[in-house]
């Protein structure tokens, strides 16, 4: 018996996905609380800590409901071993000149063992790497959730193109454009939460925060900020950081991951194909 081909490992219910859409949309608001809190003393309020309190809660549900949905003991130790490895690697490059080695692993695990794992991986390995590094304060949250995002994300990147599946060099390719975006996104979401308090609310130079002030102008002042603070040194570097991992490494370690999840033979309860060999004659019960 040979057993279909299982392209997500580790499914979703939809009590997960409401849950991790719940927590995205808690997730924006947190982010982009400098954009849409009105008041004028935005910057002296309780609002980004009231996030900080509350994020690590709503993510605490959604871990639990994604590990009754789908995660089981064998996918539980493969995220341990996984996260390990992620805190392990983080280090080596400790973000200098934007040099992030923890976000390749994490694209090509989200890829092989879907959006749920991704998301659940993104979580643990900024906080194994937090706890390891001594890199434990107000902004772990926001590592997380973003990086969350970023495997959920790898999770749902499309699997086929124009009917025909995507597997060597178009994966690849695939993989290392979204690696790319990703880091440019990681850097923005993390520079929009403490925008305002680097720059202050005196909004006297042009890419200060305006407390209340005009969305579009306020969104003019973000982009040039962080256009000049890390877009063009940091976030360009975690990107080619990325690129070039998941294009020297990305094929050995999906084929390495996809043999995991053959192995470990997930979801038993899969549908069969029967095989093509017949049985011997000796082999059939006497009479037949």
Request: proline share 8%; glycine share 10%; with cysteine.
């Amino acid at each position: 018996m040979i057993p279909l081909p299982n392209d997500q490992p580790v499914p979703l219910g939809w009590k997960s996905t409401l849950m991790l859409g719940l927590l995205s949309i808690a997730g924006v608001a947190m982010y982009a609380w400098p954009l849409i809190v009105p008041s004028s003393t935005a910057v002296t309020d309780n609002t980004p800590f009231i996030f900080i309190v509350l994020l690590p809660m709503l993510m605490l549900l959604v871990l639990a409901q994604i590990s009754e949905a789908g995660i089981d003991a064998k996918a539980l130790a493969i995220l341990g071993v996984l996260s390990a490895v992620n805190a392990a690697l983080r280090p080596l490059g400790a973000g200098t000149n934007g040099i992030e080695t923890v976000f390749f692993l994490l694209i090509l695990a989200g890829r092989v063992f879907g959006p749920g794992f991704g998301f659940v991986l993104g979580c643990t390995s900024i906080f194994a790497s937090g706890l390891l590094t001594a890199g434990v304060g107000p902004w772990m949250p926001f590592q997380m959730l973003a990086s969350a995002w970023i495997g959920l994300g790898a999770g749902l990147l499309p699997r086929t193109l124009f009917g025909r599946s995507l597997r060597g060099a178009a994966e690849i390719a695939l993989l290392v454009v979204y690696g790319i975006i990703a880091a440019y996104l990681f850097g923005a979401l993390m520079n929009l939460w403490f925008w305002p308090f680097m720059t202050g609310p005196s909004g006297g130079t042009d890419i200060a925060y305006i407390p209340g002030g005009p969305l579009v102008t306020n969104l003019k002042r973000f982009f040039w900020y962080t256009l000049v603070t890390s877009t063009a040194v940091w976030d360009t570097g975690r990107a080619i950081t990325n690129a070039v991992l998941l294009a020297l490494l990305g094929h050995p370690v999906l084929a390495i991951l996809r043999r995991t999840v053959r192995r470990a033979a997930f979801n038993p309860d899969v549908k069969f194909l029967p095989t093509l060999q017949t049985p011997r004659a000796e082999h059939l019960p006497a009479g037949l």
